[in-house]
């Protein structure tokens, strides 16, 4: 899995692409933490367009990094979910918690 990241308006935008696995979901969680660290963002907005594929460990990592964010008073929003990876996030009940949006803009106006 590739993750890059930049910061849009104080918003850390994570671009993951590939398959969200226990493999990148490690990746995922060392790129976010590292990037949270170093740039103190509040909010978090996923861009999840370059991921097909997401199981339990993706959804875990995501999810902790939710936690964390909002225990900074943060949101984290999410973008460009592919279908199937939308139908395992209502089954996972992160549709519940995460606010999804159609584009990164809209997103960011909405912050």
Do not use: W
């Amino acid at each position: 899995m590739k993750v890059t990241t930049v910061m849009k308006q104080g918003v850390l935008v994570i671009r993951p692409e590939g398959e969200f696995d226990v493999c990148g979901a490690n990746e995922f969680r060392g790129v976010v933490d590292r990037e949270l660290d170093e740039t103190g963002a509040k909010h978090i907005l996923l861009n999840l367009q370059g991921v097909d594929f997401i199981d339990s460990s993706g959804l875990g990592v995501i999810l902790g990094r939710y936690k964390r964010i909002t225990q900074l008073g943060g949101k984290m929003l999410a973008v460009h979910l592919e279908p199937n990876v939308q139908r395992i996030f209502e089954l996972a009940g992160l549709m519940k918690i995460l606010t999804v949006h159609k584009s990164e803009e809209q997103a960011l106006e909405l912050l």
